[in-house]
């Protein structure tokens, strides 16, 4: 069946450093969604992606879907301690797809 | 406020017990889901369900129950034949568009398990 990949499983950044996870399938996707869970939390819904080469912003984060529709990317400008979770792609099916996320730490 | 919530927050339990955890929604999602997450690790879908009086096994389903009487509610079972309880519960529900597969999860706060 379809899966995506996601990488790195963990990243560790300084704050004030840049953070990019990526998310890869095989097959091209109709859509991709991302979700963030922080710690002793649960995942939030963040944004979705449908276009090929869509980019989308949100504050600090710029996401993006691939022009073949097979991978995307979450990067956050200027890391702070709030963004210390782990994010989850997603990709379409019956039910969602999700990536194994990727854990980031800020260190302050 | 829409949402889904949880029921216990905390939850503990002798070995060969079975427990019920419950959820309940209140945003008229016609999908539900349950998930299991382990420290650390991603999550893993156990049981779905599209509408109501219908369920589908998902990748870790043995060990575990569900139903699904009512749009609303879709509680989770876990019994003494699952080997390793102790986690955390995830349910979520989406409006379930499944045929463009653009169905956002809304979660709820989760419930954690601990076998003792």
């Known amino acids: 069946g379809q899966q995506v990949m996601q990488i790195p499983q963990y990243q560790h950044v300084q704050e004030g450093e840049d953070f990019t996870t990526y998310c890869n399938s095989s097959t091209t996707l109709s859509n991709i969604q991302w979700y963030k869970q922080r710690p002793g939390g649960h995942p939030v819904f963040l944004i979705q992606l449908v276009k090929s080469g869509e980019v989308k912003k949100q504050k600090r984060l710029t996401f993006q879907f691939g022009e073949a529709k097979k991978n995307s990317s979450l990067h956050i400008t200027a890391t702070q301690t709030t963004d210390v979770g782990t994010y989850f792609c997603a990709g379409p099916g019956t039910p969602l797809v999700f990536g194994k996320g990727t854990r980031l730490s800020v260190i302050a | 406020d829409g949402g889904i919530t949880q029921s216990p927050k905390y939850l503990f339990r002798k070995e060969g017990q079975n427990v019920t955890l419950s959820c309940e929604q209140n945003l008229n999602h016609d999908a539900m889901y349950w998930y299991r997450q382990d420290p650390g690790q991603g999550l893993r879908l156990i049981y779905y369900s599209q509408i109501v009086n219908d369920f589908q096994k998902g990748d870790i389903a043995e060990g575990y129950s569900v139903s699904r009487e009512k749009k609303e509610s879709f509680p989770l079972t876990v019994t003494s034949a699952q080997k390793n309880p102790t986690a955390f519960y995830l349910c979520?529900?989406?409006?379930?568009?499944?045929?463009?597969?653009?169905?956002?999860?809304?979660f709820g706060a989760g419930s954690r398990l601990t076998v003792l």
């Open positions: 979520a529900s989406s409006d379930g568009t499944f045929v463009s597969g653009a169905n956002v999860l809304t």
